[in-house]
């Protein structure tokens, strides 16, 4: 490290990690450590040693979305201003196709010293000769296609820097993290060794407010979780998000179908809604409530149902909900809502479907969303003692795996729509103003986003 890196404060692993000159470097990391913004010092450094030495320093950074790619290249901008550097910003269009656009997003100090911003995918990896850096590689759609379109691009002597935290075992990043090579440096930083080396964390605070021991282990403490028995492996999951996903002003005004899971103490209540958009089901909003009263879910769910052309919902009808399939029946006709009785069989149905969807890559989820990825993985497929399948989920904090089964519903409404509706549908969400749209339950006190409630 240049005297540049005196102006941070870094821990003993990040000056291990920055001091490490190796050709190609992997890190396996905890959440909310520093690995980001680390590595793009280390980008940033070495565009300036470059810039100052005469030398040639291209580099390309892949993210799994164009979200987390604009805020990679901030965190490298503050770099550049820390070291005192000039650099010019650009942004443009990379196409992949007729109907794929991304964002190419790029700071400039000289023809010969770059950083250009992309979004992970086979396309994008391949282009021009540069160094390469793969931020959160493990949740990266393709990662085998990715790498294999990317190796040649730094065949030519660049180097590789690879961060991220495990998603399971199905993916390149596994494969690179647990190599018997002497080619790859390997780093591993988890939690307990960040507090360890100086990070202000209260490691028991932050277990106990996660509350999910499952989700601990990966996303803290860097363990390679079974994916034997997960009925969603990660990579299934992560292959269906999308940034554009999860938001309802890009709701196109088309039919949509609502999944309802109920419940009204433990666990939690959702209610998903997809639309659909040619053959593909967009996740418009996820709308969560925990421990709310019958009449809040009831307010809830006319909201959605004035909010969208809903053409169908399904709802859990186990137990205690009976009583809100048979009121919403009632408010919105016995043909548009289907109540849908949790027997092993049914479930089985649900869940397969529900799977099919993903296998297929014709439903999209919202991107990053850390609760709904660990849940949809929660659910995991088992044998009951007559050896008949059972689908079980530990029930946490986060729930029981309610996002799943709301989702399976929406999937399994759409799945079995073939009615007529004679009803006016409400505005497209993106022509009304957002700010008329009702923000908060006066009684409550949640607040309502496209991604649950806080």
């Known amino acids: 490290m240049n005297g540049g890196a005196l102006r941070y404060r870094w821990y003993d692993y990040q000056r291990e990690w920055l001091n490490d000159l190796s ?6 990391w905890s959440r909310q450590v520093g690995k980001t913004f680390c590595t793009t010092f280390e980008i940033a450094e070495d565009m300036v040693d470059a810039y100052l030495e005469g030398r040639r320093a291209p580099w390309v950074m892949l993210s799994r979305g164009e979200r987390q790619s604009a805020s990679n290249l901030r965190q490298l901008k503050g770099h550049l201003k820390a070291l005192g550097q000039a650099f010019e910003e650009l942004e443009s269009d990379f196409r992949v196709d007729e109907h794929t656009v991304y964002k190419r997003l790029e700071i400039k ?17 391949r282009g021009e000769s540069a160094n390469v850096y793969l931020d959160e590689f493990a949740i990266h759609r393709d990662s085998r296609e990715i790498w294999g379109a990317l190796f040649p691009v730094v065949s030519a002597g660049w180097k590789v820097r690879i961060t991220s935290t495990p998603k399971g075992k199905a993916n390149k990043f596994y494969e690179l993290m647990t190599a018997e090579d002497s080619d790859w440096s390997r780093h591993v930083v988890d939690i307990h060794r960040a507090a360890a080396e100086g990070l202000p964390r209260d490691v028991e605070e932050l277990r106990r407010g996660l509350g999910d021991e499952e989700l601990w282990q990966q996303e803290f403490e860097c363990q390679w979780l079974d ?16 940034d554009e996903a999860g938001e309802p002003e890009r709701y196109a005004g088309g039919a949509c179908y609502i999944g309802n899971d109920i419940a009204a103490r433990n666990d939690l209540w959702v209610a998903w809604v997809i639309e659909e958009v040619g053959d593909v089901l967009w996740t418009r909003e996820v709308r969560v409530l925990r421990r709310a009263s019958f009449a809040e879910q009831d307010a809830v769910l006319d909201e959605l149902v004035a909010r969208y052309r809903v053409a169908r919902i399904c709802m859990d009808q186990t137990g205690m909900g009976e009583k809100p399939v048979e009121d919403a029946k ?16 049914n479930k089985l149905v649900l869940a397969t479907a529900g799977k099919q969807a993903f296998e297929d890559r014709r439903i999209r989820i919202p991107a990053g969303d850390m609760a709904l990825r660990a849940d949809l993985h929660k659910l995991k497929r088992v044998l009951g003692p007559t050896g008949a399948p059972r689908f079980v989920a530990e029930s946490d904090s986060t729930g029981h795996a309610d996002y799943a089964w709301a989702g399976f519903l929406a999937i399994n409404a759409a799945s079995n729509a073939g009615y007529s509706y004679g009803y006016e549908p409400g505005a497209p969400l993106h022509s009304r103003r957002l700010a008329e749209l009702p923000d908060e339950d006066e009684d409550s006190g949640r607040r309502f986003t496209g991604r649950g409630a806080y």
């Open 23 to 28: 050709r190609f470097k992997i890190g396996m």
């Open 109 to 125: 100090m000289s023809d010969d010293v770059w950083v250009i911003a992309l979004p992970a995918n086979p396309d994008t990896a």
């Open 227 to 242: 994916e034997a028995s997960a009925w969603l492996p990660y990579d299934l999951i992560t292959a269906t998000e999308e």
């Open 330 to 345: 009632a408010r919105y006709g016995d043909s548009r809502v289907e109540g849908v009785m949790f027997t092993p069989g």
